[in-house]
């Protein structure tokens, strides 16, 4: 049963480790390939030719990308422990701040660590508007998802990158102080097994960006 | 038990007359309340849109939910008659896939082509016809990306059936075209003949005026 679902993925990708978390929440069992993605596998390449990135499921032969949208096909098509909510309004609020987190926050984020000086200034601030808009979203409720973990939980763990990229960048957006309920929920996150299993290691996390920022520099010479 | 279902939109907006087109299809009363994005928004919509201050929103007895994509999915899950999106999931999972691709590639690309100066058009015009391409490649002979009829995916190509051509005829920029694109060209005409469709259009020479005012803004 196992090879009827692979995962192409890469160990410091956070749309590559939402695919992997929700499949350890809801247990099923996928074979997982690692992709380097300086030299794409043709595999890859023939399952996705459109974006040609990963995470990339395929299922039975069937190929699917795009995070979120994998995301959907996950709980649609195994209906145990399922992450999206059941009632519609909620489960567009769930997708309305999944959307917010990938065309917002992360383009935001994006920018901060790939600019200096002023640039960089307004990008933080920008940051954290965005960050405080979200972390409001958790006001009162244990998990993004309510009691447990659950689909935006799964989308927003991408923060835990913005920790690490903070540090290798020199500048942190997301602080203790400035946003403490987001700090306490990383905290609960880090003590689900699942979420355990998907966190990279920050020493070798922060080098990759390092490597990242300066072929991005030299690149731009 | 009288349900309040209403639309914040914008006459000219491919986005409002999306979710517009979702109500109509299946069949759902709803009060249109027309916004004035470019100069006057009103304090309803800011307060149900505070986060992208934006429109369409749609409001279910008191409810508000942005984004026409997130709109489109909560008004499938909410009213079932006449479905927008396929049973099976893999059908399910493309078609929202190719909604994404549409937004985040299509119309940012040929928005840029479309309002770039002849001088600068060619590069623009290519990566939109790139995306052309590869959106036609989605219809696979079908007569609408639903298959027999309108679904999710048509409606959120709606610019590319409607809009496009008409930025066309204002513009000179030939992208959408019989000769380049037969299925999806094949297709425009298909969506825009659908009675249901036509009914949740903008008229033609508004949207005309409307371009034409803006290249002239663009060109002072």
Same mark, same amino acid.
């Not at chain 2, 999306?18 to 100069?39: F, M, N, P, S, T």
């Given at each position: 049963?196992?090879?009827?679902?692979?995962?192409? +993925?890469?160990?410091?990708?956070?749309?590559?480790?939402?695919?992997?978390?929700?499949?350890?929440?809801?247990?099923?069992?996928?074979?997982?390939?690692?992709?380097?993605?300086?030299?794409?596998?043709?595999?890859?390449?023939?399952?996705?030719?459109?974006?040609?990135?990963?995470?990339? /499921?395929?299922?039975?032969?069937?190929?699917?990308?795009?995070?979120?949208?994998?995301?959907?096909?996950?709980?649609?098509?195994?209906?145990?422990?399922?992450?999206?909510?059941?009632?519609?309004?909620?489960?567009?609020?769930?997708?309305?701040?999944?959307?917010?987190?990938?065309?917002?926050?992360?383009? @935001?984020?994006?920018?901060?660590?790939?600019? @200096? +000086?002023?640039?960089?200034? !307004?990008?933080?601030?920008?940051?954290? !508007? !965005? &960050?405080?808009?979200?972390? $409001?979203?958790?006001? +009162?409720?244990?998990?993004?998802?309510?009691?447990?973990?659950?689909?935006?939980?799964?989308?927003?763990?991408?923060?835990?990158?913005?920790?690490?990229?903070?540090?290798?960048?020199?500048? $942190?957006?997301? @602080? @203790?102080?400035?946003?403490?309920?987001?700090?306490?929920?990383?905290?609960?996150?880090?003590?689900?097994?699942?979420?355990?299993?998907?966190?990279?290691?920050?020493?070798?996390? !922060?080098?990759?960006?390092? &490597?990242?920022?300066?072929? /991005?520099?030299?690149?731009?010479? | 038990? =009288? %349900? #309040?279902?209403?639309?914040?939109?914008?006459?000219?907006?491919?986005?409002?007359?999306?979710?517009?087109?979702?109500?109509?299809?299946?069949?759902?009363?709803? #009060?249109?309340?027309?916004? *004035?994005?470019?100069?006057?928004?009103?304090?309803?919509?800011?307060?149900?849109?505070?986060?992208?201050?934006?429109?369409?929103?749609?409001?279910?007895?008191?409810?508000?939910?942005?984004?026409?994509?997130?709109?489109?999915?909560?008004?499938?899950?909410?009213?079932?008659?006449?479905?927008?999106?396929? #049973? *099976?999931?893999?059908?399910?999972?493309? =078609?929202?896939?190719?909604?994404?691709?549409?937004?985040?590639?299509?119309?940012? =690309?040929?928005?840029?082509a479309?309002?770039s100066p002849e001088s600068e058009r060619e590069k623009p015009v290519e990566e939109a016809c790139?995306?052309?391409?590869?959106?036609?490649?989605?219809?696979?002979?079908?007569?609408?990306?639903?298959?027999?009829?309108?679904?999710?995916? *048509?409606?959120?190509?709606?610019?590319?059936?409607?809009?496009?051509?008409?930025?066309?005829?204002?513009?000179?920029m030939?992208?959408?075209?019989? %000769?380049?694109?037969?299925?999806?060209?094949?297709?425009? *005409?298909?969506?825009?003949?659908?009675?249901?469709?036509?009914?949740?259009?903008?008229?033609?020479?508004?949207?005309?005026?409307?371009?034409?005012?803006?290249?002239?803004?663009?060109?002072?």
């Amino acid at each position: 049963m196992a090879e009827e679902v692979k995962l192409f +993925g890469m160990w410091a990708s956070p749309f590559s480790r939402r695919v992997e978390l929700a499949l350890k929440l809801k247990g099923i069992p996928y074979e997982y390939i690692e992709e380097d993605l300086s030299n794409k596998s043709p595999s890859l390449l023939k399952y996705n030719p459109i974006h040609k990135k990963v995470p990339l /499921l395929v299922h039975k032969e069937k190929p699917l990308a795009e995070s979120l949208v994998i995301l959907e096909y996950l709980d649609e098509t195994w209906k145990n422990n399922p992450i999206l909510p059941q009632d519609p309004y909620e489960r567009a609020m769930a997708r309305f701040w999944a959307k917010f987190i990938d065309e917002k926050l992360l383009p @935001t984020a994006a920018k901060v660590s790939h600019s @200096t +000086g002023k640039e960089q200034e !307004q990008g933080v601030e920008e940051v954290h !508007q !965005q &960050l405080k808009i979200l972390e $409001n979203e958790l006001k +009162g409720k244990e998990f993004f998802a309510g009691q447990s973990i659950g689909y935006l939980d799964i989308v927003a763990h991408v923060l835990f990158w913005f920790y690490s990229a903070g540090e290798a960048s020199g500048v $942190n957006a997301l @602080t @203790t102080e400035k946003f403490p309920i987001i700090y306490e929920w990383i905290e609960k996150l880090i003590k689900i097994d699942a979420v355990n299993e998907c966190r990279i290691p920050k020493e070798k996390h !922060q080098d990759f960006i390092r &490597l990242r920022r300066e072929s /991005l520099k030299s690149a731009s010479k | 038990m =009288a %349900e #309040e279902v209403k639309v914040f939109g914008a006459w000219g907006s491919p986005f409002s007359r999306r979710v517009e087109l979702a109500l109509q299809l299946k069949g759902v009363q709803y #009060e249109y309340i027309e916004e *004035d994005v470019h100069k006057n928004k009103s304090p309803l919509l800011l307060k149900y849109n505070p986060v992208h201050k934006k429109v369409p929103v749609l409001l279910h007895n008191g409810k508000p939910i942005a984004e026409s994509l997130v709109i489109l999915e909560y008004i499938e899950e909410t009213w079932k008659g006449n479905p927008i999106l396929p #049973e *099976d999931p893999y059908d399910r999972a493309m =078609a929202r896939f190719w909604a994404k691709f549409i937004d985040e590639k299509c119309l940012p =690309a040929i928005w840029k082509a479309g309002w770039s100066p002849e001088s600068e058009r060619e590069k623009p015009v290519e990566e939109a016809c790139e995306c052309l391409k590869t959106l036609e490649s989605a219809l696979g002979g079908k007569r609408f990306f639903g298959g027999d009829k309108v679904g999710m995916v *048509d409606i959120a190509a709606n610019f590319i059936g409607y809009w496009l051509r008409l930025i066309q005829e204002v513009t000179g920029m030939e992208l959408l075209s019989a %000769e380049k694109f037969p299925e999806l060209f094949k297709w425009t *005409d298909e969506f825009v003949s659908c009675s249901v469709v036509k009914g949740s259009l903008p008229p033609r020479d508004k949207l005309l005026a409307f371009f034409k005012a803006r290249i002239a803004e663009t060109m002072d």
